[in-house]
């Protein structure tokens, strides 16, 4: 058997709750999702590095938590978040022949100084102006820069400049400021003003990505190399806007329907794979780069649907509701269909992974985050990691060990809870939150009075990863 | 080393009557035993085992009324007739290496049965010799001393107070003989009134080939849908197993490569011996039930090993394939569960040690299987691994889901999973991820092979291609084929 292909699937801001097989309850069909954990080992307790979009993505993408670098997202027009020197996933690939794609969201930076002409400048409110740009320009320092052979997307659906990008080329020259087209059924249009490209669509990304994803999948169909095609969709992050085709689709609302149109995208990609016949010889990750977006507290009201899937705490929360994703992992005739496991997991640890379902040695300074879980995948262990650390801002910070989750603050909100939301939480008097995961999942219960021991253990071990520059265990040596 | 193991073993056989002591209290009395042993029966092609378009009643609702074993194996064999070392190792309770084909020396199930006050008896096939065979079981009738025959033309013979005597030709099919003579041995024992219990043994020589059941088994089938190939059927196998396997007499059924359709013909053909064997199976349980014993009664029914029939290009059960070493695997009776299934790992030889726990029997170290009444009982995870052997050309480990097949001859191991991949088509020994795994398993294979006192070496002195075609390459037909089958095929 030869190296398989590798296929990563990347929700944007997706529920733990929003998927069928993580929510019983939920209102929103996922047939293709649940099929896919039918088929391989669905995550209970994986997380993103972040509760936010870029630091998960670089998390993801480096085997190195972002907290080490930065914190924040890439703005609009903002630069790469890698250095020169950082190994990325598909560079680590391309150094085994793998060819590689990334097909939808980048939102990992660019160098826009070539094609930003002299002197421009935002105007409040308004943005850049299209004519600010030689759109003819090339777009270096992006995915092409950083390990993929080929890239098409939008960069980032709610930012400008709205077009596409090609590799290193914008192909279609923005020429008019942004307006929402259509006007988002529910929640905020949430773009931010800038250049668009006459007649851009915000409906028109996730089938235009799909159809992309699935033409690539079928152009691999006779290669002697395998590939790897990551695709970060836009969706179902704002601004939320499901295909006619969609509409209607699930019980919780235009959101749901944006949800059942991702497991859709899903469904799109393993259906070209088992077309082209290669579904056998592809390992399929999905997950979600954080929790769902705080328009999820009014959609527990109005649907009756759980978009966090009863933990506590939405995106950009330290919160279990901030970063716990759905997690499935499909690789047919290696890993056991119909598993579950509940054992701690971060996306951070698929560099050392795949790393190690390549036969690649990470260098000493690389993935220093990253756990090997291919034991883990194997059905040889039932565990890997015994901690994580979870952050999204530099002021609050959250560990895990075991069944314990340390907040060192006195909560892990960032993300507004609504006024009927509120009693549901006791008040903590206390500047650090202890909370017991296997009895308490949704975290209402401080439990750090009662544990002194393991709280100061916990800071304890917090301070030392963050300080000490990796957690990876093969690099633990060298801390001795 | 040899010395360890036996400790072990011996250790683990205490633990085993430990629990049997405490047990025994449960059970009311010693049961009867009656065991049923096919020939060559691959596992899914029994309805109960998965089998599609199959016709096993009997066997299906003796697993209703039971407990299913999904992972039993023959631990392999020394040479290409699997049969007579699955024998052994039933009859022993002994592992493939600790038990010789004639069982020389060496004492049997029966006999230990006897011991305890057990009457037993036998019919069918017996592949082990003369000497073993009166040994073991006195009183026996139509007795088939061999390895294989035309199921029509049947040398049979009768064991009288230890004494081959009566040998005849009857006419008539194998399966109905030996069916006919368990149901006599049933009667007898009704009729006689003792208090005895009985250890009954029938081994079938159905289904192995010739695949030739009663012309209107073949009537009776024919609505259902023709047989599909297996999902891992080849045309040949193409990695050189060495001659043990590739050219074995089993494998000369057909040519090279495999024509399909031939093949889905002895498919039908094979099937039909099946649902025959199946109906015997059902004459005597009726009867079992008719004489009332069917309730003090622990029926198994398994076979000796599968058979590959066109999967991965094989047709024998010369390899270490889940389709060749696993074999279908029910017991039914007093205190087994009712309707469950049961995916422990387990060896055949196992079950002696089932059985004698279910008698009483304490059989100290001279048995090494490991009795299965834990693992029924839903108090075991039965054995972490099993280790197979095939003459000097294959050994093969199995750990949890995982499968080693070391392949000396030609300097290869092949690496699967066979729970996601129960086909065993997708090798994964290559595969970097798989390293450390397939360096565990190979380091592992190693201990146990010494351990259990095979000597082969890890990689042979004369290695042969690692490919072989045989496309073309002649297949004689054997003596025991009847006419209809030879003009069919040949």
Redesign the interface.
């Known amino acids: 058997?030869?190296?398989?292909n590798i296929v990563i699937l990347y929700a944007d801001d997706l529920g733990y709750g929003d998927v069928g097989c993580y929510n019983k309850h939920s209102k929103i069909p996922t047939p293709h999702l649940d099929q896919l954990a039918r088929q391989g080992m669905r995550f209970t307790d994986g997380h993103s590095s972040s509760g936010i979009c870029t630091p998960s993505r670089y998390a993801l993408l480096t085997g190195r938590h972002h907290w080490r670098k930065f914190h924040g997202i890439v703005q609009a027009f903002g630069p790469s978040v890698f250095d020169d020197a950082r190994l990325t996933m598909p560079e680590m690939l391309q150094r085994r022949g793998y060819r590689t794609a990334c097909v939808g969201k980048w939102h990992l930076g660019w160098d826009w100084s070539g094609a930003k002409n002299e002197g421009a400048k935002q105007q409040k409110g308004k943005g850049f102006a299209a004519d600010q740009f030689d759109w003819s320009q090339p777009v270096p320092d992006g995915p092409l820069a950083h390990g993929f052979d080929y890239y098409f997307g939008d960069d980032v659906p709610n930012f400008p400049p709205y077009t596409w990008i090609e590799n290193d080329h914008v192909v279609m020259a923005p020429t008019v400021p942004y307006v929402a087209s259509p006007k988002p059924p529910e929640g905020s249009h949430e773009g931010r003003p800038g250049p668009m490209a006459e007649g851009w669509r915000l409906d028109a990304v996730m089938p235009e990505l799909t159809r992309r994803a699935v033409s690539y999948v079928h152009e691999q169909k006779d290669e002697d190399q395998p590939f790897f095609l990551y695709v970060p969709f836009t969706s179902p992050h704002a601004p939320i806007v499901p295909s006619l085709s969609h509409a209607g689709r699930s019980e919780a609302g235009p959101y749901g329907d944006f949800v059942a149109q991702t497991d859709a995208t899903v469904g799109a990609v393993l259906q070209a794979l088992d077309d082209a016949g290669l579904a056998?010889d592809t390992l399929v990750v999905f997950t979600s780069d954080n929790g769902p977006e705080h328009y999820a507290y009014t959609r527990m009201r109005n649907f009756d649907h759980d978009s966090p899937g009863g933990l506590r705490g939405l995106k950009r929360d330290v919160w279990e509701g901030g970063h716990r994703v759905p997690m499935i992992v499909r690789?047919?005739?290696?890993?056991?269909?119909n598993q579950t496991s509940d054992a701690l997991v971060g996306q951070v640890d698929l560099m050392a992974t795949l790393a190690?379902?390549?036969?690649?040695e990470l260098p000493q300074d690389q993935a220093e985050d990253s756990f090997n879980l291919?034991?883990l995948w194997?059905?040889?262990v039932d565990r890997v990691r015994d901690f994580l650390v979870h952050n999204t801002f530099a002021q609050k910070w959250g560990i895990r060990r075991g069944k314990w989750l340390l907040i060192d603050h006195k909560d892990g909100t960032h993300t507004r809870v609504p006024k009927w939301l509120r009693d549901r939480y006791p008040a903590n008097a206390l500047d650090v939150m202890l909370c017991d995961l296997e009895e308490d999942l949704e975290q209402k219960v401080n439990l750090a009075g009662q544990h002194p021991d393991v709280v100061a253990e916990l800071r304890a071990l917090l301070k030392d990863v963050r300080g000490r520059g990796h957690s990876a265990p093969r690099l633990a040596k060298e801390s001795n | 080393m040899m010395k360890r193991v036996l400790c072990l073993l011996a250790g683990l056989f205490l633990l085993a009557t430990a629990t049997s002591q405490g047990e025994a209290a449960v059970q009311p009395k010693q049961p009867n035993i009656l065991f049923f042993f096919a020939d060559d029966l691959r596992a899914d092609t029994v309805g109960a085992f998965g089998g599609k378009d199959v016709h096993t009643p009997n066997i299906d609702a003796l697993a209703a009324r039971g407990t299913k074993f999904t992972q039993i194996y023959c631990m392999g064999s020394r040479h290409g007739a699997v049969c007579a070392p699955s024998r052994a190792m039933l009859m022993s309770g002994r592992m493939l290496t600790h038990a010789p084909d004639n069982l020389k020396g060496i004492k049997t199930l029966p006999q230990y049965l006897r011991d305890v006050g057990y009457e037993t008896f036998a019919t069918g096939k017996w592949h082990n010799g003369n000497e073993s065979l009166t040994r073991s079981f006195p009183d026996a009738r139509s007795v088939f001393r061999g390895g294989m025959c035309d199921h029509f033309q049947v040398p049979l013979c009768d064991v009288i107070d230890g004494e081959v005597v009566n040998k005849r030709n009857p006419e008539g099919h194998s399966t109905e003989h030996f069916a006919d003579a368990v149901i006599d041995f049933l009667k007898r024992h009704k009729s006689s009134n003792t208090d005895a219990p009985f250890f009954a043994y029938v081994p079938f020589t159905a289904p192995h080939d010739p695949r030739d059941p009663p012309q209107h088994w073949l009537e009776k089938l024919k609505d259902l849908p023709r047989p599909e190939l297996p999902n891992n059927f080849r045309g040949q196998h193409g990695l050189n197993l060495g001659k043990m396997t590739m050219t074995v007499r089993d494998e000369n059924l057909l040519g090279w490569p495999r024509d399909k359709e031939q093949l889905r013909d002895q498919l039908v053909e094979y099937r039909a011996l099946v649902s025959h064997l199946d109906a015997q199976v059902g004459r005597v349980l009726a009867t079992l039930a008719d004489a009332g014993l069917a309730e003090d009664t622990l029926v198994v029914f398994t076979a000796d090993h599968g058979l590959a029939l066109g999967s991965h290009g094989l047709l024998g059960k010369q390899s270490l394939y889940e389709h060749s070493m696993r074999s279908p695997c029910v017991m039914a009776g007093p205190n087994i569960p009712v309707g469950e299934s049961r995916n422990q790992l387990a060896y055949l030889f196992d079950l002696t040690a089932t059985c004698l726990q279910s008698a009483g029997v304490d059989a100290g170290a001279g048995v090494h299987g490991q009795s299965l009444w834990p693992v029924l009982r839903g108090k075991s995870k039965g054995r972490d691994e099993l280790l197979f052997l095939y003459a000097k050309t294959q050994r093969a480990l199995r750990v949890?889901?995982?499968k080693l097949i070391r392949l000396p001859q030609i300097d290869r191991t092949l690496l699967f999973?066979v729970?996601?991949?129960p086909d065993e088509?997708?090798?994964?020994s290559?595969?970097?991820?798989?390293?450390?795994?397939h360096d565990k398993l190979c380091e592992r294979m190693r201990i146990l092979q010494s351990e259990c006192g095979d000597p082969l070496a890890w990689t042979a002195k004369d290695q042969l291609p690692v490919e072989i075609d045989l496309t073309g390459k002649r297949w004689p037909a054997d003596r025991w084929q009847p006419q209809w089958i030879r003009k069919k095929y040949w």
Do not use: C, Q, T, Y
């Open positions: 058997m030869r190296l398989p056998d690789w047919p005739n290696v890993v056991d269909a190690s379902l390549i036969g690649f291919m034991p194997l059905g040889e | 949890g889901d995982h999973n729970k996601a991949d088509l997708h090798d994964l290559e595969l970097p991820a798989m390293k450390p795994l």
